[in-house]
């Protein structure tokens, strides 16, 4: 039990997941844990609210030079709790339950992040902004059901549903950006184009294992879709107020009718099957492929007498070419508001923010967060934040700005469940430099 353990662990950790992106980062946000509806300015709202360039006042213009930001995440397991496990024998105590107990009911979710604005190519003016960013998005869901059966083998008349899902989606993100001050608030719009370069998902369809004294029996099917140089459109919409007696607040809604379409050979499909077509595992347009497992009857007798293959029926339909598809870029609702405490030089700020399904970036409940900006030394703003999901989620965040009269350099980190490196299941760092010009 101990080595099987150990090696699935180790299996899975070493699953080739792809870098995958959270929408829009940036260092100031990372280490305000997300809470970033009202405070963004300049060409850093694009991706979170485009109402706040109507405050062009506190920023004529701004140039990123760089933005980079990646991490690591999952929904389950740290260091310590790898370590508690590793090498132990699990019939002692509780130790088995507690490792069920740590998984979710909807899987273990495994990602990787990494999102980088294209050098020195975005920028904000006055009220309007044009950014481009380069998002690398891997979502990858592990049932729990597998770790059930592997820890606590067939119990009798059980149904296991092995609803693996993985998706990855690379892109490019070019965005403009308006706003539009009216007296006492701005509204704001992000017209988005998604560039796709590449898409991999695996959906589970339907089906299950029955679990019977004397066998296990079912049909599995799973359909994978893989497809170079897609399209999509996405919109934001956002207003914020002014700030009156210190208080500001906000209410945007990103990625408005998101949707990539796949299948077309536009000259984007063509470039990269040209250049990377020898690194990727498709050489068509797109191609769809469903898979059908089936057991019958698979029992300890069988196991040994027959090899795994012959008991198990691979019936796969394959079809490829210019198969059409589109997949859905999610949506995410984002409220908040800012009280700044002038004499104490700190702005605090709370936020609540949803998406509506859980894919990629984005979770299906509500998370609320708040957050504090402490600039005792202007040029020094020292930043923290914290958010919470009202369950078993929490994220930490910290970082800092070093501001001259040009240039913004942010560094930002965040940590999920933890906040030592041994203890959180999540990791995200964030750098950012950045050109500006400033009221005089």
């Known amino acids: 039990m101990k080595r099987n353990l150990r090696n699935l662990l180790v299996l ?67 260091i310590v709790k790898y370590n508690n496990y590793s090498g132990q024998n699990l019939e002692v105590g509780n130790r088995k339950a507690n490792l069920l107990n740590s998984i979710s009911n909807n899987g273990w979710r495994w990602t990787v992040d990494i999102h980088s604005s294209v050098p020195a190519v975005s920028f904000s003016m006055d009220n309007w902004a044009f950014t481009s960013d380069l998002l690398l998005v891997n979502d990858m869901s592990i049932p729990k059901d597998i770790f059930n059966f592997v820890f606590l083998g067939n119990s009798e008349n059980d149904s296991l549903v092995f609803d693996f899902t993985q998706e990855t989606l690379a892109l490019g993100m070019h965005s403009f950006s308006f706003a539009i001050p009216f007296e006492g608030y701005s509204i704001g719009i992000s017209l988005k184009y998604l560039n796709g370069f590449y898409y991999s998902g695996l959906q589970y369809q339907e089906g299950s294992l029955q679990t019977t004294p004397e066998a296990i029996t079912g049909v599995l099917q799973y359909r994978e879709r893989e497809a170079v140089g897609g399209n999509g459109v996405a919109v934001d919409l956002g207003v914020t107020t002014e700030e009156f007696e210190h208080w500001q607040f906000g209410l945007a809604v990103n990625n408005i009718g998101g949707r990539m379409y796949w299948g077309d050979e536009t000259p984007t499909a063509k470039f990269v099957s040209g250049v990377f077509g020898a690194f990727l595992p498709i050489k068509e347009v797109a191609r769809t492929t469903d898979y059908f497992y089936g057991l019958d009857s698979l029992n300890g007798e069988k196991l040994y007498v027959s ?134």
């Not at 850093?44 to 109402?51: K, L, Q, Y």
């Not at 006042?57 to 995440?73: C, D, K, L, T, Y």
């Not at 012959?310 to 009280?339: A, E, N």
């Open 307 to 440: 090899s795994f293959n012959d008991l198990v029926v691979d019936s796969t339909d394959r079809s490829v070419g210019t198969g059409q598809f589109s997949i859905k870029y999610p949506t995410l609702l984002r409220m908040g508001g800012s009280y700044y405490f002038r004499d104490q030089y700190t702005k605090v700020m709370m936020d609540f923010r949803a998406g509506f399904q859980d894919r990629f970036f984005t979770v299906n409940r509500w998370i609320w967060s708040a957050a504090l900006e402490w600039r005792r030394q202007p040029w020094f703003p020292v930043r923290t934040g914290i958010a919470w999901d009202g369950s078993d989620y929490t994220q930490w965040g910290l970082g800092f700005g070093v501001e001259t009269e040009l240039l913004e350099f942010n560094f930002g980190m965040s940590f999920d469940r933890g906040m030592w490196i041994h203890t959180l299941q999540g990791l995200t760092v964030s750098l950012g430099i950045t050109y500006r010009v400033l009221p005089e």
């Open 12 to 78: 899975i950790l070493l699953l080739p997941v792809i870098i995958s992106g959270q929408a829009r980062q940036n260092a100031v946000e990372t280490s305000l844990a997300g809470t970033y509806t009202v405070h963004g300015r300049g060409v850093d709202v694009v991706g979170w609210n485009p109402a706040n360039l109507g405050f062009a006042a506190e920023r004529p213009f701004s140039w990123s030079i760089m933005n980079i930001n990646g991490g690591v995440h999952n929904n389950a397991f740290s």
